[in-house]
């Protein structure tokens, strides 16, 4: 694995190289090509910059392209590109794709921000915002530290998980809770998928595309999109069990099987299978800013239609937030919201109080 000196990013091609001390170097982007070359800038705690931007899913991404065609000095924190997006594997009716994968519009979105507007960016995690005076200071698992004063938290959400007996200790060993990446590895063999929703949906009918018989497995009815409900319906390979509880999943140092139970009649039942696809729905990352900023009870950042927060200069954008409807595209749009509301907060605190760089 080769990784950008300067951001950390994993590096796929030789697109962008630099040799040095007779060294070949490689980069996400020429921006970070020419930020090795020449005088980089020092990130220092005497640097304040007018904007950092910490994620990089469809919200963070939008926000560092208009923040760059914007020309607010911005740094973008990031644990990965792309976010939940990635692992979608169908994207309906984004404005100019009738269908798109994840992955792929995951890339076009990369590749905008890293050669058409780029931006000063790390590939590090979040772990504490501290409120100084006018400003915030911002502090990464890597040890890096930097100020700014604004902050756009666009972190989006991570999976959730079941919390029963064998979930962790068969990760990797036929539990999965990314079908994109995983889904190839179970052709043709017997599976079961848990939850009811979009993601569940769909991935059960992947995987019966992928000639596997499927159980799907929800606690309450299902609540997909109708035409996916539809497809699901239409197979003799797929059996759907609504108002189930998953109990446990078995096997020594692979899955063999799990066990459910009725919501109604109370009783048990075994199914053999290969893989767990575990499909129950997502929690916001929020640790990082708890006490912070105020959250509502589903641990969602609390937005006014504005992006801000209850914390001046503090923005929020994406699925992290309370925003109604956990789509890509509304996630697009509010990371665009967020900047504009960050470039007219910027320039009320200049006009307010005439600080100068």
């Known amino acids: 694995m080769i990784r950008d000196p300067i951001c950390g990013m994993e590096v796929e091609n030789e697109q962008f190289t630099c040799e040095f001390e007779g060294r070949k ?3 996400c982007s020429a921006g970070c090509r020419d930020k090795f070359k020449g005088s980089a800038k020092e990130f220092s705690q005497k640097y304040v910059y007018d904007l950092i931007i910490i994620g990089a899913g469809p919200a963070g991404l939008t926000a560092a392209v208009y923040a760059s065609v914007s020309k607010v000095d911005t740094f973008l924190i990031t644990k990965d590109i792309g976010g ?3 692992d979608s594997t169908k994207v309906k009716n984004y404005m100019g794709f009738d269908f798109v994968t994840g992955k792929d519009l995951t890339e076009k979105f990369k590749s905008q921000f890293l050669h058409q507007h780029y931006l000063g960016h790390i590939i590090d995690e979040v772990v504490r915002i501290d409120r100084l005076d006018d400003r915030f200071e911002v502090l990464t698992k890597g040890k890096n530290k930097m100020l700014a004063r604004s902050l756009i938290i666009a972190t989006g959400m991570k999976r959730r998980k079941l919390g029963i007996p064998g979930e962790e200790r068969l990760q990797r060993k036929g539990v999965s809770h990314s079908s994109v990446q995983d889904i190839a590895l179970f052709k043709g063999l017997d599976v079961v998928v848990i939850g ?28 997909g999109d109708r035409t996916d409900i539809d497809e699901l319906k239409k197979s003799d390979k797929i059996e759907i069990l609504e108002g189930y509880d998953v109990l446990e999943i078995q096997g020594k140092e692979k899955v063999e099987g799990i066990v459910i139970q ?27 800013c708890q006490g912070l900023v105020e959250l ?48 007219s907060y910027l320039l009320q605190i200049q006009k307010e109080a005439g600080y100068a760089k």
């Open 84 to 86: 939940q997006a990635v």
């Open 262 to 288: 009725s919501q109604d009649i109370q009783t048990k039942r075994q199914i053999l299978c290969r893989g767990v696809f575990i499909q129950i729905g997502l929690l916001p990352n929020t640790e990082f």
């Open 25 to 27: 170097y490689l980069f």
């Open 196 to 223: 009811g929703g979009n993601s569940g949906i769909q991935t059960a009918n992947d995987l019966n595309r992928m000639g596997c018989k499927v159980t799907l497995a929800s606690k309450g009815k299902l609540i």
């Open 296 to 343: 509502n009870e589903k641990g969602e950042i609390i937005i006014d239609p504005d992006c801000s927060t209850n914390i001046e200069g503090i923005f929020a954008c994406g699925d992290v937030t309370n925003c109604f409807g956990k789509r890509i595209i509304i996630a697009s749009g509010e990371g665009a919201k967020a900047c504009l509301g960050v470039k």
